[in-house]
């Protein structure tokens, strides 16, 4: 049996890191695609965001710098660049530094000084280098190994050549099972030739086609997927002997330690094509979560459980997944929070169209992707079984969407089914309308894709609100600023949660 390594983060940050998780997963099944969009913007979780950034600085950016240092001095291999992308390095070097000037700026800063002269600061280090554009003697290393000592993600360049791309110079150091001191040199498409299922549907052809035609200052993210045991960023082919037994030992642990080991790895993977080179350079970021993190948010709990069942056998093989990937799934189901008495429980998935309807309303609340997609899935259903209307709102917290949410609730049909989608408060709320509109609960269902706050009916002021907490959280009563705590006990008839006074101060919850 081998020894997992590295240890778990603090306690502090792993919060950190959930409410940054990039959760990989719009529904409730996978397969290959391309999955592109334009990056630069913040993507909404059920825990928080990520993605506001090309280059992430989080909790674990010492760490991982380490650990990457450690790699490279052990296997030289991780790191190449062939001569002719000495200016593509250049290039990325100088890239990735004004990312992070503008990202950070607190701890980090790009200042010209002359043509072609700059000096780079990053507090977080310690560093302060003066450098000249394309002068070796300037820098204390290689430019592209320099500023991999610098951020987390892993760097590939790509040239781009009688109509392909090759993978010609790179830092990995946290590969997923493939070999990148192999791999220099090859075409992109013949680095992917192993991934099943790509080339027959398609998928890496596309992709080649994209990346061809990337444009400078327009850069483009993707995610993928693994699971990994153990929180181990290298595990690459070169390192199977270390890693690759932990795939039999995983089998025979307890529960307890299967939550803790088994991790869902997910690379956030930057496209962008440098200004001056024109190389494309690829940046992978690896983020980890253990199941037992993982499963603290109930939808990423829920959703993954799916994915794994559904996986087919030869994707599971080629992630390396498929000796534990159904026990996976089975813990994932397993650690479903126990329902509490007087509190709702929500269903693990969205419910099936009755297709006894006269009609359907379906009302999809905030503007996340999860709500999105169960809306449209819904919707698809139904409009092939009876007259559908679908209702898109921001927030039941505003005046104007829920005058808009009654007046459309009080024209429905006898005999309509009313489907609702999005977060707790604003389901509660929306449920709550439809009863006091006659609808009763053969006809009502629900889908709540975010627990993290509710309505609150304080006992004192007699106003209901939305709170950021749950049931046993001490908060401040918006209205009439007292400490309350919410308790577990929900009225269907008012759809919110009871509080009242309390002596202990309230606990902050992060927002982000």
């Known amino acids: 049996m081998t020894t997992i390594l590295p240890t778990h983060p603090h306690q502090d940050d792993l919060a950190e890191l959930v409410a940054g998780f990039p959760f990989p997963f719009p529904a409730d099944s996978y397969r290959y695609s391309t999955n592109v969009e334009p990056a630069g913007s913040a993507v909404g979780t059920a825990a928080g965001h990520w993605g506001r950034a090309l280059v992430d600085v989080d909790a674990e950016y010492h760490r991982e710098l380490a650990e990457r240092a450690a790699v490279l ?9 062939l001569p002719h992308m000495v200016p593509a390095a250049w290039d990325a070097m100088l890239t990735l530094m004004r990312e992070l000037a503008v990202a950070y700026p607190d701890q980090m800063r790009l200042t010209a000084l002359e043509p ?21 003697a300037t ?11 610098q951020v987390q993600e892993d760097v590939a360049l790509l040239d781009q050549r009688a109509d392909q791309l090759f993978v010609d110079a790179g830092v990995i150091t946290f590969a997923a099972d493939w ?32 990346l061809k035609r990337l444009e400078p200052h327009r850069p483009y993210r993707r995610t993928n997927w693994t699971l990994t045991i153990g929180r181990r960023l290298d ?24 939550g ?22 690829f940046l992978i970021r690896t ?27 030869d994707m599971a093989d080629y992630k390396g997944i498929i000796k534990y990937k159904d026990r996976a799934a089975a813990w994932l189901r397993a650690a479903a929070p126990t329902p509490q008495p007087g509190v709702p429980a929500w269903p693990t998935r969205p419910a099936e169209i009755d297709t006894a309807g006269a009609g359907f309303l379906i009302v999809a609340i905030g503007g996340d992707a999860e709500t999105g997609h169960v809306a449209a899935t819904w919707v698809k259903a139904a409009e092939a079984a009876a007259p559908t209307r679908l209702l898109v709102l921001d927030s039941l917290d505003t005046d104007a969407d829920r005058h808009t949410l009654d007046q459309v609730l009080h024209e429905k049909r006898t005999g309509s089914r009313i489907l609702v989608v999005g977060g707790q408060f604003d389901v509660l709320v929306a449920l709550t309308a439809a009863r006091a509109a006659g609808a009763i609960a053969d006809e009502l269902s629900a889908y709540v894709t975010d627990t993290s706050d509710l309505p609150m009916y304080c006992a004192h002021c007699h106003q209901t609100s939305r709170v950021v907490a749950g049931p046993g959280d001490v908060v ?4 009439c600023d007292r400490n309350v705590e919410i308790h577990a006990h929900h009225s269907a008839v008012r759809g919110s949660f009871l509080a009242s006074q309390s002596d202990v101060p309230p606990v902050e919850r992060s927002t982000s």
């Open 73 to 81: 001095a052990s296997d030289p291999t991780r790191h190449a660049v």
């Open 116 to 136: 072609d002269t700059w000096l780079w600061s990053n507090d977080l280090l310690g560093v302060e280098q003066w450098f000249r554009y394309g002068d070796p």
């Open 139 to 149: 820098l204390p290393d290689e430019p592209l190994r320099y500023i991999t000592g």
């Open 179 to 210: 070999s990148f001191g192999f791999d220099v040199g090859m075409s992109f498409l013949e680095i992917h030739g192993p991934v099943p299922r790509v080339r027959k549907l398609g998928v890496i052809t596309r992709a080649h086609e994209f």
């Open 235 to 258: 595990v690459s082919t070169e390192g199977y002997p270390e890693w690759g037994p932990d795939r039999e030992m995983i089998q025979h642990v307890g529960d307890d330690e299967f």
């Open 260 to 281: 803790r080991l088994v991790h869902l790895r997910v690379e956030v993977q930057h496209l962008i094509r440098l200004p001056d080179s024109g190389a494309v350079m």
């Open 287 to 313: 983020y980890m979560l253990p199941l037992d993190r993982l499963a603290t948010v109930d939808m990423w709990r829920r959703r993954t459980a799916e994915v794994l069942s559904d996986l087919p056998a």
């Open 476 to 479: 401040v009563c918006p209205e």
